[in-house]
């Protein structure tokens, strides 16, 4: 069965810092991998995803994540945190002939000014 | 873009009524997810369906059931509310695994 784990329930970074999130995944063949992230009270919007491919992957609004398939890790980066970065941001794996993804209980992004 | 629509940004029913959550998109995709969305726990998927008139079970099916009668619907039953139900409810849709999903903007339902 897949699974994903982001280690990090909250992180707090100061406007301008860099930033990295943490995703491990359990999937037995080459997965398919996404970042989500969640602004307050809304939905979740797609900022990137793996397939294929090079192994660093670049998304929406300046976020970037790096596959290493020896460490079942797919970390979410940005250089430089702005404060309307603050939000959840999820993980989530699929693969295969299975509909579904599953997803990782979330990393709140606090940013302090 | 494709847009996925719930019908109700926020909802207050009584425990033991029946509720219904809609769900509607514009893209034709073929399948579509109910999740609930609760603090600590993330996301949760109770039902999807892949096709009209198919349904899946996900995680959590437990006193809920859904309906798929035209592609671009899918909704969420809630037989008889409980409290236990008070949650936040995102639909979402894809043509495949590979696209990843789209997700509409949520439920918050509240169940007294």
């Known amino acids: 069965a897949q699974s994903v784990t982001q280690p990090d329930i909250h992180i707090t970074v100061s406007e301008g810092a860099s930033l990295e999130l943490r995703c491990n995944y359990s999937?037995?063949?080459?997965?398919?991998l996404f970042w989500y992230v969640q602004s307050p009270g809304q939905g979740l919007q797609l900022l990137l995803k793996?397939?294929?491919?090079?192994?660093l992957v670049q998304g929406i609004k300046g976020f970037e994540a790096e596959f290493k398939r020896s460490q079942s890790s797919f970390n979410l980066r940005k250089p430089s945190v702005h404060w309307s970065d603050a939000a959840e941001y999820f993980c989530?794996?699929?693969?295969?002939?299975?509909?579904?993804?599953?997803f990782g209980k979330g990393t709140l992004l606090t940013v302090n000014p | 873009d494709v847009k996925v629509t719930q019908s109700s940004r926020y909802l207050v029913k009584r425990t033991g009524e029946k509720v219904f959550l809609e769900c509607v998109q514009d893209?034709?995709?073929?399948?579509m997810f109910w999740y609930r969305q609760d603090p600590g726990l993330g996301l949760r998927l109770i039902y999807f369906?892949?096709?009209?008139?198919?349904?899946e079970k996900g995680d959590i099916p437990e006193g809920y059931s859904v309906s798929r009668e035209k592609k671009e619907r899918f909704s969420l039953i809630l037989e008889s509310a409980s409290t236990n139900q008070t949650s936040m409810y995102l639909c979402?849709?894809?043509?495949?695994?590979?696209?990843?999903?789209?997700f509409g903007s949520g439920t918050r339902l509240t169940v007294v």
């Open positions: 979402a849709s894809s043509s495949g695994q590979l696209y990843g999903y789209t």
């Open positions: 999937y037995g063949a080459t997965p398919y």
């Open positions: 793996y397939f294929s491919g090079d192994t």
């Open positions: 989530a794996v699929g693969g295969g002939s299975n509909y579904k993804l599953t």
């Open positions: 893209m034709d995709h073929e399948n």
């Open positions: 369906s892949y096709d009209v008139k198919m349904k």
